[in-house]
Structures are given as C-alpha cells and as structure tokens.
C-alpha cells in the first residue's frame, strides 16, 4: 500500500530526496498511517514492547499510529537545547540531518525513559540513520533495551539501513527504495 502510494505521488525533487508530503510528512492520510501502524503491530507485537520512540516532528504521527495498536504511550525526543520547559534531568544526543546540514539536539525526560522499558524506535525516514543512531544513543543511556527499529520509508542507497543492520539491530522498513535515478523509483523486494 505503501509502495503503491509513493508510485503514485511522490516526487523525487533533488537525487536522493523524495517528496512526501502529500500523505505523510505535511499534510497527513490518516488512513494510510493507521495501516502502517497496524503493520508495524503485526512485525513487532510479540515483542513486549512497553514504550515507542521518535523524534519530533514528522515522526510523531506514525508513532502515535503504530501506538494505538500497541497500547503503549509515544516518547518523541525533542530538538534544539534543553530549556525550562523540559526537565534539567535529561538524556540527549546529537544528530546530524545530511538533508539539511545541520546538526540538532536532541533530549528526552529521564522520568520518562526508565531502565526497565523495552522500546521500538519509529520514524518517517532514514537516510544515513543520524536521527536512529541519537535515539540508540539516548535509549543505551537509560538502560532501556532497544527492540527494534521500524521505518516507513528506507532509502536503501544511504547507508543507514546498512550500518543498523550490521549492529545487529532489528531493522523493519515498510517501503525500501532501491534507486531514484533519474525521478524512477524503484522499490527494493
Ligand atoms: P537520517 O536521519 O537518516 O540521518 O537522515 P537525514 O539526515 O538525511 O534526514 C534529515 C531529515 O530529513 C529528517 O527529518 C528525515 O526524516 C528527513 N529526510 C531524509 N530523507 C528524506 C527524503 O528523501 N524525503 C523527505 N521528505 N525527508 C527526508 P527532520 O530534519 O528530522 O525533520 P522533520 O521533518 O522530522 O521535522
């Protein structure tokens, strides 16, 4: 469903970056996030899961997708630097968005990351994986356990995927795409 959607709309508007924001990243097809909730329940519900991670903005949304399956609330780490707002008592990391180069903050409560949680990393993209990697990072520093990762959509020509997988993470992308060459997307199988 996935796949059938980005042939159908997504543009590839730079050689590796593709343009979603028709259902996923700007304006949102709820529908559509609710199966790729579902789907990600269907990979990792055996996994006792107890909590779902992301990092704001656009990975919220399919997290809050994902967790309305799983019955566990969403975390999302915030970026920029701490401030009032959020505890003094914070995990952070950094990462590094290769897209916008730039590199980001990011924090999350330490109240709401205990040791004793098992936590799936969601999120819409990954490209070099910067933005997995800092949420590893902050997961490694609470003592939680890392489950898993799920992706909706891999760029499987970025090394991301690659460097997650040889760590022996558990990777699940909804949708890897192989090659844009040239605006032609091709999905990997
Ligand atoms: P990485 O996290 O895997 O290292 O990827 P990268 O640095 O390249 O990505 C930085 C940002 O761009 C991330 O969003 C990521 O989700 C998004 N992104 C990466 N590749 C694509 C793409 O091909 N198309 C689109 N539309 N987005 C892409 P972010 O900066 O954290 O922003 P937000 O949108 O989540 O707020």
Known sequence: ML????????????????????F???MIDTDLLGELGREFYRLF??????????????????ACAAASYFRVPVLFAKKGRSNKTLDADVYSSEIHSFTKDVTTGISVARRFLPADDRVLVIDDFLAHGSAVRGLC?????SGAALAGVGI????????????LR????RLESLAIIESMDGGEIRFSR
């Open 3 to 22: 796949e059938e959607r980005i042939a159908r709309e997504a543009t590839v508007i730079a050689p590796d970056v593709l343009r979603v924001d028709m």
């Open 24 to 26: 996923l990243n700007h």
């Open 45 to 62: 519900g055996g996994d006792a899961i107890t909590k779902i991670l992301t990092v704001e903005a656009s990975g919220i949304a399919i």
């Open 137 to 141: 990072d902050i997961i490694g520093q």
């Open 152 to 163: 909706a959509i891999e760029k499987g020509f970025q090394p991301g995927g690659a460097v």
């Open 166 to 169: 040889e760590q022996g993470i």
